[in-house]
């Protein structure tokens, strides 16, 4: 067996703490080996001296061939950004466009130290194709929306996210994993999601969807169904500990207490909520009940990045001010978010440091202006570490990113494409 050693660092740990120690993996099995001082006849070596070597970030949410749309339209509110500029331009993306998005977003993930991530979108089995080359570890799902279709279109656009459940789950030597992904509990019909929610349960997956983003999304279902979102979710099935529900900005009490209950993740993507002027989550009251909180940065036009280290500090920062409480969502618990948390949320193995556990790590250069002092390296990766630290990015044993050289995608290629691609999408939604 071949092994690879990741050598002097300090190395941030599942109990959060900090040590110097190396990191033996064996590339082959795609596992950690060992967390130590005294590794010695690794057959090849990563340095990481004045670095920290952290699990690989973990990315529970996302759409990530928007990456062509970054930067189209921004300053609007979710409703009109949607109807006037998103969806006509997402009306004309092909199944080339989507390939070519997510390759601009794999690029961008892995040197921002992302390993692993969750996509709804469409033309999906061009996801996965960029996932297996590009080497990362995912959850994948076709985006459903019925309340635009009649009911054939309905039903072919579900049947094409359950048959891509089904036949991609395990796919890329394990690396991806699966999900039914109706869009939103308000975009899809409840005839619909009663008859198909069950019939993701028996293909093994687990479902994924928009819930309580806006207050606008709450009001119709309290008004149609008599009870606040994540109690017609439950009553359809949808709360599930496999289950996990994108954004939760305004849930109640009762709907805290229904979610820490069933075990349902919750992924927190503060910076589109931000931006989309969405709300603030209520994520300390959600820490404190016991919800699993994952972070994502959702789509890259609503961003407008993949990073996941500004994520974690727009989470820390927009959670204190939630609570009015400086104490609330500290760095440590962060950091936690922004690893083993999100991994967990999303049911994928990953995010932990320590013997027997997948390779993913990220590795990031302490020795920057902005990273000195360091008296805290937790408080450096939730509040003052960026993407562009990262030195080299490990996924499933396979080294994707060597000293900032992004080994499994061709750099120049993946973004002149995307600009070509970009640029032709845009010149189409005009004509
Ligand atoms: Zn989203």
Redesign the pocket.
């Given at each position: 067996m071949a092994t690879l050693s990741i050598t002097g660092g300090q190395v941030l740990l599942p109990d959060g703490t900090v040590t110097r120690a190396d990191v033996l993996i064996d590339p082959d099995g795609g596992e950690i080996l060992e967390v130590g001082t005294d590794i010695a006849g690794a057959d090849e070596t990563l340095d990481a001296s004045d670095s920290l070597v952290t699990p690989g970030f973990v990315n529970g949410?996302s759409?990530v061939a928007m990456t062509l749309l970054r930067g189209y339209a921004d300053d609007k509110p979710l409703d009109a950004w949607l109807q006037e500029d998103i969806w006509p331009a997402e009306g004309e993306l092909t199944g080339e466009d989507v390939r070519i998005g997510a390759e601009l977003g794999l690029l961008e993930m892995i040197k921002g130290g992302t390993t692993a991530f969750t996509d709804?979108y469409f033309e999906m089995p061009e996801v996965v194709d960029a996932v297996d080359r590009a080497g990362l570890r995912a959850r994948l799902g076709h985006g459903v929306v019925t309340v635009v279709k009649d009911d054939a279109g309905a039903r072919e656009d579900l049947e094409t996210s359950l048959a891509f459940a089904r036949e991609y789950d395990g796919a890329a030597d394990g690396r991806i994993s699966t999900a039914f992904m109706p869009h939103s509990l308000t975009t899809v019909g409840r005839e619909y999601l009663e008859e198909f929610v069950p019939k993701a349960r028996d293909a093994g997956v687990p479902v994924h969807y928009?819930a309580n983003e806006t207050a606008d999304e709450v009001t119709p279902i309290v008004e149609s169904e008599g009870v606040r979102p994540l109690a017609y979710a439950a009553e359809l099935g949808m709360l599930e500990p496999e289950d996990f529900v994108?954004h939760g900005v305004h849930v109640d009490e009762s709907e805290i207490g229904l979610l820490a209950e069933a075990g349902t993740g919750v992924i927190h993507c503060p910076a589109s909520n931000m931006k989309l002027a969405s709300g603030m989550a209520p994520v300390q009251r959600m820490l404190e009940e016991g919800v699993t909180v994952g972070l994502g940065t959702?789509?890259a036009a609503s961003n407008n990045d993949l990073s996941m280290l500004d994520e974690a500090r727009d989470a820390a920062m927009i959670g204190k001010l939630a609570a009015e409480d400086a104490s609330a969502v500290p760095a440590e618990r962060v950091v936690e978010l922004l690893t083993h948390d999100t991994a967990d949320a999303i049911g994928l193995e990953s995010g932990r440091l320590e013997e027997g556990a997948p390779a993913d790590l990220a590795v990031i250069d302490l020795e920057e202006p902005h990273l000195t002092p360091a008296h805290d390296l937790a408080s450096h990766l939730a509040y003052a570490a960026a993407a562009s630290d990262v030195r080299h990015t490990i996924c499933d044993g396979q080294v994707l990113m060597r000293d900032r050289e992004v080994l499994t995608l061709d750099e120049d290629a993946v973004l002149e494409r995307a600009g070509e691609a970009a640029d032709a999408l845009a010149a189409r939604v005009e004509e």
């Open positions: 949410h759409h709804m928009h994108a959702d789509g």
